[in-house]
């Protein structure tokens, strides 16, 4: 969400503290702090919250009237991002956000949102399993964007493949028919698997990773 960039720098002036103090003290990296006050945009709210609690002020004070609308959009006990700027983070176990991904729920709980600049997105949540070491690796985020034309597909980049009871990132090849892809993982070159596109209920490009390390 757009915030109040001038503001901001004043109040932390009046209070005698220095950005990278309160950047500290909010719980994110001084960089990642930098990077929000040039581009004027603070991508969690939990975090602008505990900021307003430093500068002793109400959050709705921190935000660009600019983007507060008779159309506000509150979700749990936060300000849901404007979409373009934000990514929708689902932190829980792959299996239970089967029913999401292939639209069999449509107000599925969002935990958080994640702000990753020049990206573009549909959502981001955990990757859990060893197959694909180690370009991706247990515990590790992946930013998923949704494709819809199954004809082609790029041997170089990993999608999430989504069935009714599994999902699995793996490399794409195409089949001896044009009803069946081949699944290849990273850590065999040997290890290619079949499936049936009739199984499959949804295919996501994986367009970035985010080592859990860094975070």
């Keep these: 969400m757009k915030i109040k960039k001038t503001q901001i720098k004043n109040l932390i002036k009046l209070k005698s503290l220095k950005q990278k103090e309160v950047a500290s003290q909010i719980g994110v990296a001084t960089q990642d702090w930098n990077n929000w006050m040039f581009r004027s945009v603070f991508p ?3 975090k602008l919250e505990k900021l307003a609690k430093i500068l002793g002020v109400e ?47 449509a107000d599925f709980a969002t935990d958080d949102f994640i702000y990753i600049p020049g990206l573009s997105a549909d959502i981001v949540i955990p990757f859990y399993g060893k197959q694909m070491d180690p370009v991706l690796t247990n515990g590790d985020l992946i930013a998923l964007r949704r494709i819809n034309d199954f004809s082609f597909f790029n041997y170089e980049d990993i999608y999430l493949i989504v069935t009714k009871e599994q999902m699995f990132a793996r490399y794409i090849h195409s089949s001896s028919t044009e009803s069946e892809i081949v699944l290849k993982a990273e850590r065999n070159d040997n290890d290619f698997v079949e499936i049936s596109l009739s199984k499959v209920k949804a295919i996501y490009l994986v367009v970035s990773t985010i080592k859990r390390r860094a975070l």
């Excluded at 507060?68 to 929708?88: A, D, F, M, V, W």
């Excluded at 999401?100 to 729920?105: G, P, S």
């Design 44 to 46: 969690h709210y939990d």
């Design 59 to 105: 959050t709705s004070e921190l935000i660009d009237d600019d983007n507060i609308t008779e159309s506000r959009i509150y979700y749990k006990q936060g300000l849901l991002p404007p979409i373009n700027i934000s990514i929708p983070f689902y932190n829980q176990k792959s299996n239970n956000l089967i029913p999401m991904l292939i639209d069999e729920v």
